[in-house]
């Protein structure tokens, strides 16, 4: 049974670029989340997605904004990117859970360095 | 708004020895509680999760933490380390979202 996977593994990119990351969640489970872990950090919550569509937010700016296929895989994608945006970003999903009490499995996460 | 607090940056222990990684919460109503951990490079591994129930929970690799809720704390324990345990430790609490503590890491010395 394959865990929570991400792509890509590594990603460069320059002040002003747009990202997407992509995350296939693991067999069985229907929501996907994304966090952001800065480093010497603990991971801060971007957003929640659930039958293709933002459940819930985390206090981050519009630049972040995501999808969710039929299939239930997931994308983040970053507009405008800042140097404060290097982070790995970590995928994590889980089944129908409105209060997150459900276990989140994460993925080995997208590391994102911004020059 | 809901915390999560873990006081110590890091955790020495001998191997063998009995280990506590400390987490104190904030939120309101029903805590649910987790602990995961993070290898160097890695994703999050869950190691286990206090809903309701009995306050001392069992999780993986022998792991156990404890909920304490007048003193609104989950500390993580093993009653002997080792060496492979070494890692950074977060704990985290849900309440409509996964807010997660500064995380701990836990360095277990031959």
């Known amino acids: 049974d394959a865990g929570v996977t991400q792509s890509p593994t590594h990603l460069i990119k320059t002040r002003g670029q747009q990202v997407t990351l992509r995350c296939s969640p693991k067999?069985?489970?229907?929501?996907v989340s994304w966090y952001q872990q800065a480093l010497g950090q603990g991971p801060q919550f971007i957003f929640q997605?659930?039958?293709?569509?933002?459940?819930q937010r985390g206090n981050f700016p519009d630049r972040f904004s995501g999808h969710q296929f039929p299939n239930y895989s997931s994308e983040l994608n970053v507009n405008a990117l800042l140097l404060g945006d290097s982070a790995l970003y970590l995928c994590a999903s889980s089944t129908t859970d409105r209060l997150f009490t459900d276990t989140q499995y994460f993925g080995p996460g997208t590391r994102l360095t911004v020059l | 708004a809901q915390s999560v607090a873990q006081p110590e940056d890091q955790v020495n222990v001998a191997e063998g020895n009995p280990l506590t990684v400390k987490c104190t919460y904030s939120v309101s109503g029903n805590p649910y509680l987790f602990w995961y951990v993070q290898y160097p490079n890695r994703g999050l591994q869950f190691l286990l999760k206090?809903?309701?129930?009995?306050?001392l929970v069992k999780g993986s690799y022998g792991f156990e933490a404890e909920f304490n809720k007048s003193q609104t704390s989950f500390h993580l324990k093993k009653p002997s380390a080792l060496v492979s345990d070494s890692a950074l430790y977060f704990c985290a609490v849900a309440r409509r979202a996964l807010t997660f503590g500064s995380g701990t890491r836990l360095q277990v010395q031959p």
């Open positions: 067999s069985g489970h229907d929501t």
């Open positions: 206090y809903i309701t129930g009995d306050n």
């Open positions: 997605y659930y039958e293709e569509e933002e459940r």
